[in-house]
T-cell receptor
Framework: DTGVSQDPRHKITKRGQNVTFRCDPI?????LYWYRQTLGQGPEFLTY????????KSRLLSDRFSAERPKGSFSTLEIQRTEQGDSAMYLC??????????????????FGPGTRLTVL | GNSVTQMEGPVTLSEEAFLTINCTYT??????LFWYVQYPGEGLQLLLK?????DKGSNKGFEATYRKETTSFHLEKGSVQVSDSAVYFC?????????????FGGGTRLMVKP
């Protein structure tokens, strides 16, 4: 299967603990996105990378959230000192930039199955 | 700011009924518009898209037309099947958004009964 994969699929943690999620994008995709989806809502953008560069991170929910993509391939999203309000589905998506295109507005984002986080 | 508003669900239909899920948006410029579908236990999948006014996106019997004058992108299908039961999300990407960040609506759950 060459789709976007995420690990783990489910994570239960106690309040105050740190958690880290991994996303493996489609191999030739240069862009990688993180979204958060709470129950009954649509996904909410958090951050994105183009190759290894994190080009937008102002939407991260607090300074407890951080993301990396060290080699431009897989990415990790870390939440420090988790709170009950962090319970949600964390989605990863990837896309490829069309050659020569300045705006990638119409490119499809391919989503992974998500990691469901429950903070007790 | 950018926003997407969808009709609230759940929408419950009988098989072969006509489906409309309303979507309206607020954005500057000329955004690209998308419908994503989330089947139970699966990730979001792109259903269809339109990149400019009056474009019609279509896939698997679903259609949506980009209406700039009414800032709408309503999803329609002439005859739904039980297998269409899922959550449908309308989304936009502003035209000035080089990062291709999507703004989603709240989703509409569709339940189709045999």
């Amino acid at each position: 299967d060459t789709g976007v994969s995420q690990d783990p699929r489910h994570k239960i943690t106690k309040r105050g603990q740190n958690v880290t999620f991994r996303c493996d994008p489609i191999s030739e995709h240069n862009r990688l996105y993180w979204y958060r989806q709470t129950l009954g809502q649509g996904p909410e953008f958090l951050t994105y990378f183009q190759n290894e560069a994190q080009l937008e991170k102002s939407r991260l929910l607090s300074d407890r959230f951080s993301a990396e993509r060290p080699k431009g391939s897989f990415s990790t999203l870390e939440i420090q000192r988790t709170e009950q309000g962090d319970s949600a589905m964390y989605l990863c998506a990837s896309s490829s930039r069309l050659a020569g295109a300045m705006i990638q507005s119409a490119s499809e984002q391919f989503f992974g199955p998500g990691t469901r986080l429950t903070v007790l | 700011g950018n926003s997407v508003t969808q009709m609230e669900g759940p929408v419950t239909l009988s098989e072969e009924a006509f489906l409309t899920i309303n979507c309206t948006y607020t954005a500057t410029g000329y955004p690209s518009l998308f419908w994503y579908v989330q089947y139970p236990g699966e990730g979001l999948q792109l259903l269809l898209k339109a990149t400019k006014a009056d474009d019609k996106g279509s896939n698997k019997g679903f259609e949506a037309t980009y209406r700039k004058e009414t800032t709408s992108f309503h999803l329609e299908k002439g005859s739904v099947q039980v297998s269409d039961s899922a959550v449908y999300f309308c989304a936009l990407n502003p035209s000035n958004n080089a990062g291709n960040m999507l703004t989603f609506g709240g989703g509409t759950r569709l339940m189709v009964k045999p």
